[in-house]
């Protein structure tokens, strides 16, 4: 039993060692030997791109994974360049093989002459050459290629979809010029047959990576549904006609009395790959947006509004601005359409912005959107990003859950873009909406702050908490242009005791200010009158 353990260790570390030696035997290439290789590529047409690859080498220009741990399979160079990623993979690992794809001889001959140079490359027996990618096949034998390298000058996308459709592939990267191929096919099909990967765009800032793994659909879109059997066909019809192919439709049936879950299930019916229905009892609007979101399989996830409807290529153009930019939150224009009247007025993203890195229509700072009218039936968010931040609607909250949910996502997201279109159609007029209460049910927004408190006042900073402030001074100043007369005093004094209670710190001559700025003869009068009135009682919003 001794003897059978130690032979088990000792093959064990056999096996280890073996492996180490195997894949990184030689110490990694160094700056002197980055020297010592230096005369060697700097003539000829190899010498055209040394000094360009030596600084993409040490920047990590095609990410950090570049050098796959996959060294049993073979590496992929798809253009020479100057040759030194091919001697630095030769320096660094003793046994791969290696295939340079390259139609210029004058170039395979230059390199050869290279790698003799070299001394202890011992190269001759580990790099093979052809002149196409259709000539791959005769050199790889494998059903896996480790690596994948591709120069912008060698790329050609019918032979990359072959190589594709024949191996699996463990990294690609390179980079290609946009009027070659739409670096969306680019990224979706590096997403759907490579492990992993990463391609620079020309012109682009920001390169296509792979931020998380494959989910069953591009856009989850989530559809809260009570009482709203004469619009939903509209709002329905407008999403299955997207041109964005992956794509779920989830209406969630909050227990409506009237026939819109029928309505529903008759059009999942139809378009069973593209709608799922759920019924369940009435919860109100927060907790049929989460119970979507809870169900979403979506990498994206967005909110429509059941007696809305949304132009044909609103995802597309969200989810390609997310992509192309990096982006957890991705917003369009919007367009309001008043019933009555059939009138309708644009409000495109007019905070369209050029950052440091010269991206344009990325979002320098989301925060400055903490004070905006809640918008969020028109953006996309990547669910994980919710999901890891616990970002979702308060369901004890029966009304006007869009403005917590907003600013939460919000003061928290890093990466936003945006683009000017306005393909979301947002109905006003309509009777039972939320915007058209005038009563005590306005009084719901305490609870609201109450609760954003709860959810960001223990690690937000001071910018974010001035944002509040402002936000509450926005929202309650609505509020009191709508509210019944006999409850505007009550609201107005339960809204100077929330602004003192929760930003007492701030200046009193400073808030003044604000009011002023943004405020009227309503709300100045009220903080005027601060000292005089008592906190009252807030009226039940329900």
């Not at 132009?311 to 930019?325: C, Q």
């Not at 990096?326 to 950052?355: I, L, R």
Request: hydrophobic fraction near 40%; aromatic fraction near 12%.
């Amino acid at each position: 039993m001794v003897r059978h353990r130690e032979m088990w260790l000792s093959r064990f570390f056999y096996l280890r060692l073996n492996q180490y030696s195997y894949i990184k035997s030689n110490s990694m290439l160094r700056s002197q030997e980055i020297k010592r290789y230096s005369p060697k590529l700097q003539g000829g047409l190899l010498g055209r791109y040394y000094e360009e690859d030596v600084i993409r080498y040490k920047n990590n220009y095609y990410g950090l994974k570049t050098w796959t741990d996959s060294i049993e399979y073979p590496a992929v160079f798809i253009g020479v360049r100057s040759g030194f990623e091919i001697i630095r993979m030769l320096h660094d690992y003793d046994l791969v093989k290696i295939i340079v794809v390259e139609g210029n001889d004058q170039i395979i001959k230059e390199l050869i002459s290279v790698l003799d140079g070299c001394e202890g490359l011992k190269w001759s027996d580990r790099v093979y050459f052809c002149q196409s990618m259709a000539a791959l096949a005769d050199l790889i034998r494998d059903s896996s290629i480790g690596l994948i390298r591709v120069d912008i000058e060698k790329f050609y996308w019918l032979g990359l979809l072959e190589i594709f459709n024949k191996y699996t592939v463990n990294y690609i990267c390179g980079e290609f010029d946009p009027v070659d191929v739409d670096p969306m096919d680019v990224y979706r099909v590096s997403r759907d047959k490579a492990k992993s990967f990463y391609w620079r765009v020309l012109g682009a800032k920001i390169p296509l990576v792979q931020r998380a793994k494959k989910c069953l659909y591009e856009v989850s879109v989530v559809i809260p549904a009570y009482k709203v059997l004469p619009w939903i066909d509209r709002c329905i019809s407008s999403l299955v006609e997207q041109n964005l192919e992956s794509i779920e439709i989830i209406a969630v049936d909050d227990g409506s009395p009237d026939d819109t879950g029928k309505r529903l299930d008759e059009w999942a019916l139809k378009y069973p790959q593209k709608v799922r229905v759920i019924h369940k009892k009435n919860g109100g609007c927060a907790s049929a947006r989460n119970c979507g979101l809870y169900e979403a399989r979506g990498e994206y996830v967005a909110f429509v509004d059941a007696d809305d409807w949304v132009d044909r290529r609103m995802f597309s153009e969200l989810y390609r601005s997310a992509i192309m930019n990096g982006t957890d939150v991705a917003e369009c224009g919007y367009a309001e359409y008043y019933e009555n009247s059939g009138k309708v007025k644009n409000y495109p993203s007019t905070s369209m912005s050029v950052d440091k890195n010269e991206v344009v229509g990325f979002v320098n700072d989301p925060r400055t959107h903490l004070v905006a009218k809640p918008t969020i039936w028109r953006r996309i968010y990547r669910k994980e990003f919710l999901t890891s931040n616990s970002i979702c609607f308060p369901e004890h909250i029966r009304r006007f859950d869009d403005l917590p949910f907003q600013f939460e996502v919000f003061s928290r997201v890093a990466k936003m873009s945006q683009i000017p279109e306005c393909y979301y159609f947002y109905r006003q007029e309509r009777e039972g909406q939320d915007v058209m209460v005038r009563d005590h049910r306005l009084f719901v927004h305490f609870k609201i702050f109450d609760w954003l408190h709860d959810r960001v006042g223990g690690w937000c900073d001071t910018t974010v908490n001035r944002y509040m402030l402002q936000c509450k001074i926005n929202t309650h100043r609505w509020a009191l242009s709508k509210i019944e007369k006999k409850y505007l005093l009550a609201y107005l004094r339960a809204a100077i005791n929330d602004i003192v209670h929760y930003h007492g710190s701030i200046d009193r001559m400073e808030l003044f200010a604000k009011v002023m700025r943004r405020g009227g003869p309503i709300i100045l009068a009220g903080i005027l009158l601060v000292s005089l009135l008592g906190s009252g009682d807030i009226p039940d919003d329900n």
